[in-house]
C-alpha cells in the first residue's frame, strides 16, 4: 500500500534517520494509513508532509522528522471513516491535536521509538520537553479520546487494551 521507498527522501538523523523512518513507514502500511510522494504545492501542515484526500504525503526535497510521519498520521487515524478520505489540508482542533498526540505515543512504542525523537525539539510549539516528561511519567495525554473512539480501553477502565495498548488503529 505504501508508495514510497525511504531511502527516496531524506530524513532527519537526530529523528532516527532513515531507520526510523522505514520502521514508521511499514507500521503506516501494515494499518491501513496510505503514504505517497508529495508533487506539486500543496499545502504543509508541517514542513515536508501534507494530508491531502486522507493520505499522508512526503515531500522528497524536505528532511523530515520520521516521528511526524506518526504524528500526522494520528490525525488520519482518528478520523471518523466516513470522513477520512476527504480529510487535508487539516486545521487542528485542541482535541483533535491531543488524540494524535496520544495516538503517536502509541505508534512510537510499536515502531520502538523512544521518546526525544517522538517529541522532537523541532517541533510540538515548545512543549516537547514537556510531552516527553509527561509521557516518560506515565501521563495519558489524550488517551481518553482515543477510548472514546473505541481505539483503547476508556481510561481508568479495566480491559485488555488499556493504553497505550490499542485494540486497533484506525477509528
Same mark, same amino acid.
Given at each position: %500500500?505504501? =508508495?514510497? /521507498?525511504?531511502?527516496?527522501?531524506?530524513? +532527519?538523523?537526530?529523528?532516527?534517520?532513515? !531507520?526510523?523512518?522505514? +520502521?514508521?513507514? #511499514?507500521? $503506516? /502500511?501494515?494499518?491501513?494509513i496510505v503514504? #505517497?510522494?508529495l508533487e506539486g504545492a500543496e499545502a504543509q501542515l508541517l514542513d515536508g508532509l501534507a494530508i491531502i484526500g486522507g493520505r499522508l504525503l512526503i515531500d522528497p526535497a524536505v528532511p523530515v522528522w520520521p516521528s511526524d510521519l506518526l504524528h500526522e498520521a494520528g490525525h488520519i487515524a482518528v478520523t #471518523?471513516?466516513? !470522513? +477520512? #478520505?476527504? $480529510?487535508? @489540508?487539516i486545521i487542528a482542533d485542541g482535541g483533535d491535536e491531543m488524540a494524535a498526540i496520544a495516538w503517536s505515543y502509541a505508534? =512510537?512504542?510499536?515502531?520502538? %521509538? @523512544? $521518546?526525544?525523537q517522538l517529541f522532537h525539539d523541532g517541533g510540538y510549539r515548545g512543549d516537547s520537553a514537556m510531552l516527553r516528561e509527561a509521557f516518560a511519567s506515565g501521563?495519558?495525554?489524550? =488517551?481518553? %479520546? $482515543?477510548?472514546?473512539?473505541?481505539?483503547c480501553d476508556p481510561d481508568r477502565q479495566p480491559g485488555d487494551h488499556p493504553y497505550p495498548a490499542m485494540k486497533r488503529w484506525l477509528r
Open positions: %500500500m505504501t =508508495a514510497v /521507498d525511504p531511502g527516496q527522501y531524506q530524513w +532527519r538523523a537526530e529523528g532516527g534517520g532513515e !531507520d526510523a523512518a522505514r +520502521r514508521c513507514l #511499514a507500521f $503506516l /502500511d501494515r494499518i491501513g503514504t #505517497a510522494p #471518523a471513516p466516513e !470522513d +477520512r #478520505a476527504s $480529510l487535508g @489540508p505508534a =512510537a512504542r510499536e515502531c520502538g %521509538m @523512544p $521518546l526525544d501521563a495519558t495525554i489524550g =488517551a481518553p %479520546m $482515543l477510548g472514546y473512539f473505541g481505539l
